[in-house]
Protein backbone atom coordinates (compact mmCIF):
# COMPACT_ATOMS: atom_id res chain seq x y z
CA UNK A 1 0.00 0.00 0.00
CA UNK A 2 2.73 2.06 0.88
CA UNK A 3 4.84 1.72 -2.33
CA UNK A 4 1.35 1.97 -4.15
CA UNK A 5 1.27 5.47 -2.71
CA UNK A 6 4.42 6.37 -3.10
CA UNK A 7 4.65 5.65 -6.81
CA UNK A 8 1.60 7.84 -7.47
CA UNK A 9 2.83 10.74 -5.80
CA UNK A 10 6.12 10.48 -7.69
CA UNK A 11 3.94 9.98 -10.71
CA UNK A 12 1.87 12.91 -10.04
CA UNK A 13 5.22 15.01 -9.04
CA UNK A 14 6.69 14.37 -12.79
CA UNK A 15 3.04 15.29 -14.35
CA UNK A 16 3.67 18.72 -12.15
CA UNK A 17 7.41 19.09 -12.89
CA UNK A 18 6.75 18.28 -17.05
CA UNK A 19 3.56 20.82 -17.39
CA UNK A 20 5.63 23.42 -15.35
CA UNK A 21 8.47 22.82 -17.51
CA UNK A 22 6.71 23.29 -20.32
CA UNK A 23 5.12 25.93 -19.85
CA UNK A 24 8.44 27.85 -19.14
CA UNK A 25 9.48 26.57 -22.52
CA UNK A 26 6.30 27.61 -24.21
CA UNK A 27 7.51 31.07 -24.56
CA UNK A 28 10.93 30.42 -25.87
CA UNK A 29 9.48 28.40 -28.76
CA UNK A 30 6.80 30.53 -29.62
CA UNK A 31 9.71 33.48 -29.60
CA UNK A 32 11.60 31.12 -31.72
CA UNK A 33 9.04 30.56 -33.92
CA UNK A 34 8.17 34.39 -34.31
CA UNK A 35 11.77 35.05 -35.34
CA UNK A 36 11.60 32.83 -37.87
CA UNK A 37 8.93 33.65 -39.91
CA UNK A 38 8.63 36.18 -42.43
CA UNK A 39 6.24 39.36 -41.74
CA UNK A 40 4.38 36.96 -39.15
CA UNK A 41 1.23 38.51 -37.41
CA UNK A 42 1.28 39.56 -33.92
CA UNK A 43 -1.88 37.64 -33.41
CA UNK A 44 -1.11 34.59 -35.76
CA UNK A 45 -1.87 30.73 -34.08
CA UNK A 46 0.82 28.20 -33.40
CA UNK A 47 -0.55 26.23 -36.52
CA UNK A 48 -0.52 29.32 -38.66
CA UNK A 49 3.43 29.79 -37.57
CA UNK A 50 4.48 26.01 -38.10
CA UNK A 51 2.76 26.82 -41.57
CA UNK A 52 4.45 29.23 -42.93
CA UNK A 53 7.30 30.46 -44.20
CA UNK A 54 10.69 30.12 -42.31
CA UNK A 55 13.63 32.66 -43.01
CA UNK A 56 16.86 33.30 -40.83
CA UNK A 57 16.96 37.05 -42.32
CA UNK A 58 15.22 38.37 -39.41
CA UNK A 59 18.57 37.49 -37.71
CA UNK A 60 20.95 38.95 -40.65
CA UNK A 61 19.28 41.99 -40.62
CA UNK A 62 19.45 42.28 -36.83
CA UNK A 63 22.93 41.35 -36.80
CA UNK A 64 23.99 43.89 -39.61
CA UNK A 65 22.13 46.69 -37.97
CA UNK A 66 24.83 49.04 -36.74
CA UNK A 67 22.68 50.14 -32.96
CA UNK A 68 22.19 46.19 -32.76
CA UNK A 69 25.79 45.29 -32.17
CA UNK A 70 26.31 49.09 -29.91
CA UNK A 71 23.19 47.92 -27.54
CA UNK A 72 24.47 44.60 -27.17
CA UNK A 73 28.45 46.06 -26.33
CA UNK A 74 26.32 48.51 -23.93
CA UNK A 75 24.50 45.82 -22.13
CA UNK A 76 26.91 43.61 -21.81
CA UNK A 77 29.41 46.04 -20.48
CA UNK A 78 27.06 47.51 -18.02
CA UNK A 79 26.07 44.39 -16.87
CA UNK A 80 29.24 42.49 -15.81
CA UNK A 81 30.28 45.87 -14.04
CA UNK A 82 27.56 46.23 -12.13
CA UNK A 83 27.31 42.25 -11.19
CA UNK A 84 31.41 42.85 -10.00
CA UNK A 85 30.86 45.75 -8.69
CA UNK A 86 28.04 44.82 -6.56
CA UNK A 87 29.77 40.92 -5.49
CA UNK A 88 32.90 43.23 -4.61
CA UNK A 89 31.38 46.13 -2.59
CA UNK A 90 28.41 44.33 -1.21
CA UNK A 91 30.88 41.86 0.38
CA UNK A 92 32.68 44.20 1.91
CA UNK A 93 29.78 46.25 3.42
CA UNK A 94 28.49 42.90 4.59
CA UNK A 95 31.27 41.53 6.05
CA UNK A 96 31.32 45.10 8.17
CA UNK A 97 27.59 44.31 9.47
CA UNK A 98 28.67 40.42 10.14
CA UNK A 99 31.81 40.60 11.72
CA UNK A 100 32.66 44.29 13.13
CA UNK A 101 31.12 46.61 16.12
CA UNK A 102 30.76 49.56 16.08
CA UNK A 103 28.26 52.20 17.37
CA UNK A 104 24.29 52.43 15.38
CA UNK A 105 25.15 49.06 13.62
CA UNK A 106 21.84 47.49 14.02
CA UNK A 107 20.66 51.24 13.41
CA UNK A 108 22.33 50.88 9.76
CA UNK A 109 21.25 47.36 9.30
CA UNK A 110 18.34 48.05 9.72
CA UNK A 111 17.73 51.18 7.29
CA UNK A 112 19.67 48.73 4.51
CA UNK A 113 16.49 46.64 5.70
CA UNK A 114 14.44 49.51 4.71
CA UNK A 115 15.94 50.51 2.04
CA UNK A 116 15.15 47.18 0.61
CA UNK A 117 11.78 47.25 1.33
CA UNK A 118 11.29 50.65 -0.57
CA UNK A 119 10.12 50.01 -4.74
CA UNK A 120 12.99 50.94 -7.51
CA UNK A 121 10.48 53.11 -9.16
CA UNK A 122 10.09 55.34 -6.02
CA UNK A 123 13.11 56.99 -6.26
CA UNK A 124 13.28 57.48 -10.04
CA UNK A 125 12.82 61.25 -10.07
CA UNK A 126 15.37 62.17 -7.15
CA UNK A 127 18.24 59.38 -8.57
CA UNK A 128 17.48 61.30 -11.90
CA UNK A 129 17.77 65.04 -10.46
CA UNK A 130 20.94 63.86 -8.89
CA UNK A 131 22.40 62.01 -12.51
CA UNK A 132 21.56 65.43 -14.16
CA UNK A 133 23.29 67.31 -11.37
CA UNK A 134 26.18 65.17 -11.58
CA UNK A 135 26.02 65.73 -15.63
CA UNK A 136 26.44 62.23 -15.89
CA UNK A 137 23.30 61.73 -18.73
CA UNK A 138 24.42 59.76 -21.78
CA UNK A 139 27.70 58.56 -19.68
CA UNK A 140 28.41 54.99 -18.86
CA UNK A 141 28.34 56.81 -14.76
CA UNK A 142 24.87 57.13 -14.95
CA UNK A 143 24.06 53.23 -16.12
CA UNK A 144 26.50 51.38 -13.27
CA UNK A 145 27.49 53.38 -10.38
CA UNK A 146 23.94 53.88 -9.15
CA UNK A 147 23.64 50.48 -9.36
CA UNK A 148 26.81 48.72 -7.98
CA UNK A 149 25.84 49.10 -4.24
CA UNK A 150 22.58 46.95 -3.82
CA UNK A 151 20.43 46.26 -0.30
CA UNK A 152 19.86 43.17 -1.64
CA UNK A 153 23.24 41.88 -2.36
CA UNK A 154 24.40 43.79 1.43
CA UNK A 155 21.75 41.18 3.21
CA UNK A 156 22.63 38.20 1.18
CA UNK A 157 26.14 38.37 1.66
CA UNK A 158 25.85 39.22 5.30
CA UNK A 159 23.57 36.56 6.04
CA UNK A 160 26.09 34.12 4.30
CA UNK A 161 29.40 35.77 6.12
CA UNK A 162 27.44 35.30 9.50
CA UNK A 163 27.63 31.63 9.26
CA UNK A 164 31.20 31.01 7.95
CA UNK A 165 33.26 29.80 10.64
CA UNK A 166 35.10 32.79 13.06
CA UNK A 167 38.00 30.41 13.74
CA UNK A 168 39.71 30.45 10.39
CA UNK A 169 39.65 34.57 10.94
CA UNK A 170 41.19 34.14 14.34
CA UNK A 171 43.83 31.83 12.92
CA UNK A 172 44.72 34.58 10.35
CA UNK A 173 44.64 36.94 12.72
CA UNK A 174 47.01 34.85 14.84
CA UNK A 175 49.43 34.60 11.90
CA UNK A 176 49.93 38.55 11.25
CA UNK A 177 46.88 38.46 8.56
CA UNK A 178 44.92 42.11 8.74
CA UNK A 179 40.94 42.69 7.31
CA UNK A 180 42.26 42.83 3.62
CA UNK A 181 44.01 39.76 3.68
CA UNK A 182 41.15 37.52 5.47
CA UNK A 183 38.79 39.18 3.17
CA UNK A 184 41.48 37.87 0.15
CA UNK A 185 42.27 34.83 1.56
CA UNK A 186 39.37 33.18 3.73
CA UNK A 187 36.11 35.08 2.72
CA UNK A 188 35.80 35.59 -0.91
CA UNK A 189 37.36 32.28 -1.37
CA UNK A 190 34.16 30.63 0.85
CA UNK A 191 31.76 33.27 0.11
CA UNK A 192 32.55 31.98 -3.78
CA UNK A 193 29.14 29.74 -3.97
CA UNK A 194 26.75 32.77 -2.71
CA UNK A 195 29.09 35.53 -4.88
CA UNK A 196 27.96 33.18 -8.22
CA UNK A 197 24.19 34.12 -7.24
CA UNK A 198 24.80 37.37 -6.64
CA UNK A 199 26.79 38.10 -9.97
CA UNK A 200 23.96 36.17 -11.88
CA UNK A 201 21.35 38.00 -9.90
CA UNK A 202 22.74 41.37 -10.42
CA UNK A 203 23.54 40.20 -14.36
CA UNK A 204 20.35 39.62 -15.02
CA UNK A 205 18.73 41.94 -13.22
CA UNK A 206 21.13 44.81 -15.24
CA UNK A 207 20.42 42.97 -18.45
CA UNK A 208 17.05 43.08 -18.61
CA UNK A 209 16.53 46.39 -17.10
CA UNK A 210 14.97 49.37 -19.28
CA UNK A 211 13.18 52.55 -17.00
CA UNK A 212 16.54 53.60 -15.56
CA UNK A 213 18.95 53.25 -19.04
CA UNK A 214 15.77 54.47 -21.07
CA UNK A 215 15.84 57.36 -18.68
CA UNK A 216 19.39 58.05 -18.23
CA UNK A 217 20.86 57.56 -22.14
CA UNK A 218 19.02 59.53 -24.97
CA UNK A 219 21.51 58.94 -27.26
CA UNK A 220 21.22 56.01 -29.81
CA UNK A 221 25.31 55.29 -28.76
CA UNK A 222 24.71 54.88 -25.20
CA UNK A 223 20.86 52.78 -25.35
CA UNK A 224 21.04 48.83 -23.90
CA UNK A 225 19.36 46.34 -25.64
CA UNK A 226 16.03 46.19 -23.66
CA UNK A 227 15.80 50.25 -25.00
CA UNK A 228 17.04 49.63 -28.42
CA UNK A 229 14.31 46.56 -28.98
CA UNK A 230 11.79 49.13 -27.85
CA UNK A 231 12.84 50.67 -31.00
CA UNK A 232 11.19 48.20 -32.81
CA UNK A 233 7.69 48.99 -32.22
CA UNK A 234 6.23 51.57 -34.20
CA UNK A 235 3.47 53.49 -33.69
CA UNK A 236 1.22 51.76 -36.35
CA UNK A 237 2.82 48.27 -35.84
CA UNK A 238 5.33 46.17 -34.37
CA UNK A 239 7.59 44.13 -36.33
CA UNK A 240 7.43 41.01 -34.56
CA UNK A 241 9.99 39.37 -36.65
CA UNK A 242 12.79 41.52 -36.04
CA UNK A 243 11.77 42.01 -32.77
CA UNK A 244 11.69 38.44 -31.78
CA UNK A 245 15.11 37.63 -33.30
CA UNK A 246 16.31 40.62 -31.68
CA UNK A 247 14.87 39.13 -27.82
CA UNK A 248 16.25 35.67 -28.91
CA UNK A 249 20.31 37.03 -29.05
CA UNK A 250 19.66 38.70 -26.51
CA UNK A 251 18.94 36.23 -24.12
CA UNK A 252 21.54 33.98 -25.79
CA UNK A 253 24.29 35.39 -22.68
CA UNK A 254 22.01 35.00 -20.01
CA UNK A 255 21.59 30.90 -20.96
CA UNK A 256 25.33 30.64 -21.62
CA UNK A 257 25.76 31.79 -18.27
CA UNK A 258 23.52 29.63 -16.36
CA UNK A 259 24.68 27.03 -18.55
CA UNK A 260 28.06 27.56 -17.60
CA UNK A 261 27.58 28.09 -13.60
CA UNK A 262 24.48 25.66 -13.05
CA UNK A 263 26.41 23.83 -10.49
CA UNK A 264 27.70 26.91 -8.61
CA UNK A 265 23.99 28.59 -8.23
CA UNK A 266 22.53 25.18 -7.03
CA UNK A 267 25.81 25.13 -4.52
CA UNK A 268 24.99 28.90 -3.43
CA UNK A 269 20.88 27.98 -3.25
CA UNK A 270 21.46 24.87 -1.35
CA UNK A 271 24.09 26.45 1.64
CA UNK A 272 22.01 29.22 2.17
CA UNK A 273 19.15 26.60 2.58
CA UNK A 274 21.53 24.39 5.28
CA UNK A 275 22.81 27.93 7.19
CA UNK A 276 19.27 28.98 7.35
Not at 31 to 55: I, K
Not at 123 to 144: D, H, K, Q, S
Not at 158 to 175: F, M, N, S
Amino acid sequence: MVTTLRGRSATLAHIVLIVGGVSMVFPLVWMLLLSLSDNPAGNATLGELLRGTFTFSNYTDALQSDQFGIYFFNSLLVAVVVSVGSCLFCTLVAYALARRSFRFKGLLFASVLGVLMVPPHVVMIPLYREIVTFGWINTYMALTLPFIVTPFGIFLMRQYIEGLPKELEEAARIDGARTLGILRGIIFPLSTPMLVVLFIYQFLTTWNSFLFPFLFASKASMRTLPVGLAFYQGKQSIDWGHLMAGAGMSAIPVLILFAVFQRKIIAGFTAGAIKG
